[in-house]
DNA sequence: CGCGAAATTGAAGACACTCAAAGAGTGTGG
DNA sequence: CCACACTCTTTGAGTGTCTTCAATTTCGCG
């Protein structure tokens, strides 16, 4: 927790120049979306890596649109350890809604980072302008309710290795549908293994244990931030994937 | 995950007769909500205890509105477990977005429930003709999604102990402040010992003994459905509640 | 009153944690 | 450009919480 995250700041990520977008791949890349949130933007927020964008209890009135980077949301407790609860991409929207009474979670910037600031009034503004912003929101949000619902039944019923070996896909798959033209199986994740043990609810040194037996299975490695897929299908196994239904949280429709 | 709760059948809730919803005290039951998802409703439905509303990886294509009756969401595993992610109460929203992929997790009825049906089409015409109505879902979604957050720092980050006497204290304060007026420090939870052990990430029969601990200290009692909290004060100690802000979910404030 | 579901208890074992120390890698400052 | 400082990773030993398995009791409902 602490506001120094020096070895994840290289890693940057420019939508504009983003491939997906120019072909029409990326599904999350919707011109319109940015086109309106820009509108109605305050201006831009640049975050270094490690500072936050808000903080746990502290009062917030304006919403975040990540442009690009890496920010985590955490719920700090009260012993000083801390739960993870989603890792945002570039074009979320972070900090829906903001309230007067004080978030219920923070959000620390993984790398630098930039934001588009739109503050309350601005947002009642385009809701009153573009009412179908606030349908956009809701299948964000609902979006990322899909996604705290996995990271649930992960938490809650898996092993530990089941945890880590799913987190790393899901990471991996989210992270690399931004760049369809890019196949890689290697890739930087901005995290430390104490970050996937604080969002899988295990401490760094049982995720290193589990680290070490994938990695003697050849199946994945993660070191030192760089993650490297080496049997994609026995990863899929050891998450323990229901393949009745993979990455549901993936499904972009909006709905309605 | 028998279709059989019979115990459970008699709990009702009546929104119309509600005390709260009278003199407005109730945020939740907000007329217009109600109102306008009348105007857009196929029907009503009746679902007895123990049936489903929608099935796990089933397409659906309406939302619901719950209006009486209690409802939990659970994601299905392959080994026959399940994870249960949330407890519905009157006045929510459920099953949205509707998704022809499949749902991402099942619905279950806990005691007779009813509901208004939304059907898509129904859907975006209300989206059309009242706007507003869609940023009253995105901010009911983005209550379901923290209070998942909160869900996820219980089971990641606490103890059994913690993680049974803070469910126990949700489920008590969200159900009561549907009734204001009513102040016992008794009532029924139309649930199992099991099912609190599915919602936590524990087993039923552990469960079992933590709630031993605390019947012994005369904190809580929970035992064949019938909740009773002794000692409020020690309850939310052993709950582990972070005094900075307790039950931030509770918050309605629709933003914008 | 009897059937089935839910709750209760015991004993044994497994998985993940704590504490502690050493090693590896990265970025900074000299 | 190199050495230092710091973070991150790695490993071991011992511990404890929670699980598993199985049997018994209590309770609700017909």
Redesign the pocket.
């Given at each position: 927790m602490?506001d120094?995250?020096?070895?994840?700041?290289?890693l940057s990520f420019d939508c504009e120049k983003c491939r997906a977008r120019a072909d029409g791949l990326c599904r999350d890349c919707r011109p319109e979306f940015t086109r309106v949130l820009a509108l109605f933007k305050s201006g831009d927020r640049v975050v270094a890596a490690g500072r936050h964008l808000f903080l746990f209890g502290e009062p917030s009135s304006a919403i975040y649109g990540l442009h690009d980077g890496w920010v985590c949301l955490y719920k700090p407790l009260l012993d000083g350890r801390r739960q993870i609860l989603h890792f945002a991409l570039p074009n979320s929207v972070l900090g829906f809604p903001p309230t007067e009474r004080g978030m219920a979670y923070s959000a620390q910037a993984l790398t630098d980072v930039t934001v588009s600031v739109i503050p309350r009034n601005g947002l009642s503004a385009m809701f009153r302008e573009h009412p179908e912003m606030a349908m956009r929101i809701a299948a964000l949000v609902s979006l990322d309710r899909d996604l705290a619902f996995d990271h649930l039944s992960n938490i809650g019923r898996?092993?530990?290795?089941q945890?880590v070996a799913h987190l790393l896909l899901e990471l991996f798959v989210r992270a690399r549908m931004r760049w369809p033209g890019f196949h890689t199986e290697e890739m930087l994740l901005p995290i430390?293994?104490?970050?996937i043990?604080d969002t899988m609810?295990?401490?760094?040194?049982?995720?290193?244990?589990?680290?070490?037996e994938l990695?003697r299975e050849r199946i994945v490695e993660?070191?030192?931030?760089?993650l490297r897929i080496i049997d994609p299908d026995r990863l899929l196994d050891a998450a323990g994937v229901d393949p009745r239904l993979a990455f549901s949280w993936l499904s972009r429709t909006p709905s309605g």
């Open positions: 602490v120094s995250r020096r070895g994840a700041k290289r898996r092993t530990a290795r945890r430390t293994q104490e970050d043990g609810g295990l401490t760094g040194v049982h995720v290193n244990r589990v680290l070490r990695r993660f070191h030192y931030r760089r």
